[in-house]
């Protein structure tokens, strides 16, 4: 794995995020990286998306609402940083950082969301984020517990908790949320589970061709 685009990740980290931030973001790396060495993923690809996973957090929302727009990623995304902030994240780390991985890219975009048909790596970036050290909410330790049980398991519990959340606050719950929720409770299979729905073109979602060029600060 090239590891080179490590110090303009942490460069780029410590311009954009806050010290909270810097420190939430080093226990997604120690969990995620440990969570790779116990589970059989790669930990170089686990640590670089963890490093990336929040990078555009602190966006304001002129900024992360000029790139949904430029990106055409639906109104859902507008003053939605919760949503849109990974979306931003994989693409920096695409075209500032130059990383190509398809792999570190979906863990970058999916991490808040989760997606049917997640990969090992988007699981551990997921679950990372929501139990690493410093995090501290309710049903949190019974997060952690499931985990050392069974990654699956933990993911389901947080997704269902996020839904759960999102609807007791009338506000929009995206569908690859509830699509993972569904796969994660038909077992996880890795082939057959059901395809995406039928989304309107316009709507559908490629990181791989958004346009970033006018946003990019450095
Ligand atoms: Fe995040
Ligand atoms: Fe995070």
Redesign the pocket.
């Known amino acids: 794995m090239d590891m080179t685009c490590i110090d303009k990740i942490d460069e780029y980290m410590e311009y954009e995020l806050t010290e909270k931030r810097i420190r939430h973001t080093e226990g997604v790396v120690e969990t995620a990286v440990a969570l790779a060495k116990k589970l059989g993923a790669d930990p170089d690809k686990a640590l670089i998306a963890a490093k990336c996973?929040?990078i555009c957090?602190k966006w304001d929302d002129e900024r992360m609402n000029a790139f949904v727009t430029l990106n055409q990623l639906g109104d859902a995304y507008i003053d939605n940083i919760n949503l849109s902030?990974?979306k931003a994240a994989a693409h920096v780390a695409k075209v500032a950082f130059g990383i190509s991985d398809e792999d570190i890219l979906n863990a970058i975009s999916y991490?808040?969301t989760g997606r049917a048909g997640m990969s090992l790596l988007e699981k551990i970036i997921f679950i990372a984020?929501a139990t690493e050290p410093n995090r501290d909410y309710p049903g949190v330790e019974a997060l952690r517990e499931a985990l050392e049980e069974d990654i699956d398991k933990a993911c389901l519990l947080s997704l269902q908790g996020t839904r759960d959340y999102v609807l007791s606050q009338e506000k929009y719950l995206d569908d690859d949320t509830q699509e993972a929720i569904e796969w994660f409770e038909i077992g996880a299979p890795t082939e057959g589970y059901p395809k995406k729905k039928e989304k309107e073109e316009d709507d559908e979602f490629d990181f791989n061709n958004l346009d970033l060029t006018d946003l990019m600060m450095f």
Do not use: A, E
Request: hydrophobic fraction near 0%.
């Open positions: 996973h929040d957090r902030h990974s991490h808040t984020d």
